[in-house]
């Protein structure tokens, strides 16, 4: 298998702009997750879809975050109104659904600059 | 609230000096402890999950262990290539999906 894609694996873009993130999970896993990680907060949870339904987003930080999983094989987290805080390594991972106990496979992640 | 913490935040070893990592969790109803291993510029990548009190799990130099309140990844013998950041992360049971919480991590540098 070839595990989690995700594209672009970088990404510079200037404030105000918009980016689009891309993620294709492993075939077969129910559940996607979008993460962001930085040095002073770490890994934090976004967003996590199962059966392509958003089930909680609360960690979306403002309503310029938004992701969609319009199918089974592919997930979108776009920014709009980039802004230097933004800037953070966007990683994807998807799992199988066994409630609760299930692994997440990440995928290489999106390394996003804000200038 | 979940909270996991890991000790230390950094961790310095010479080629074969053994040390323990150490992640403690304040989980409602933990589903599974799971360990990553994430090198610079990479996700992580998955490496044990434990699910109850006393189990162990082991992988080359590696030994995971989980308690009611923390877990401890055991580091044998260490080589260079060891060095890594180790997260650790703890799922509560849910209905929908499989929910992480993660530690900050440790960064261990394993000196020749």
């Known amino acids: 298998d070839a595990g989690v894609i995700q594209s672009p694996r970088h990404e510079v873009t200037e404030m105000g702009q918009e980016v689009t993130l891309r993620c294709k999970p492993i075939?077969?896993?129910?559940?996607l997750f979008w993460y962001r990680q930085t040095m002073m907060r770490g890994l934090e949870l976004l967003i996590y879809?199962?059966?392509?339904?958003?089930?909680?987003d609360s960690g979306m930080p403002e309503d310029r975050f938004s992701a969609k999983m319009p199918n089974a094989s592919f997930s979108t987290l776009k920014i709009q109104r980039t802004q230097q805080e933004d800037s953070a390594v966007y990683l994807c991972?998807?799992?199988?659904?066994?409630?609760?106990?299930?692994?997440?496979?990440f995928g290489p992640g999106t390394r996003l600059t804000v200038l | 609230e979940d909270q996991v913490t890991q000790s230390p935040e950094a961790l310095r070893l010479q080629e074969g000096e053994s040390s323990s990592l150490n992640c403690s969790y304040t989980?409602?109803?933990?589903?599974?402890l799971f360990w990553y291993r994430q090198d610079p510029g990479k996700g992580p990548e998955f490496l044990f999950t434990l699910y109850s009190a006393g189990e162990e799990k082991e992988k080359e130099r590696l030994k995971a262990t989980l308690t009611k309140k923390e877990s401890f990844l055991h580091i044998t013998a260490p080589k260079p290539e060891d060095s890594a950041t180790y997260l650790c992360a703890a799922s509560r049971g849910e209905t929908s999906g499989s929910r992480l919480t993660f530690g900050e991590g440790t960064q261990l540098t394993v000196n020749p």
């Open positions: 991972a998807s799992s199988p659904q066994r409630g609760g106990r299930d692994t997440q496979y």
């Open positions: 075939s077969g896993h129910n559940s």
């Open positions: 989980v409602s109803g933990l589903r599974g």
């Open positions: 879809f199962n059966n392509n339904v958003p089930i909680d």
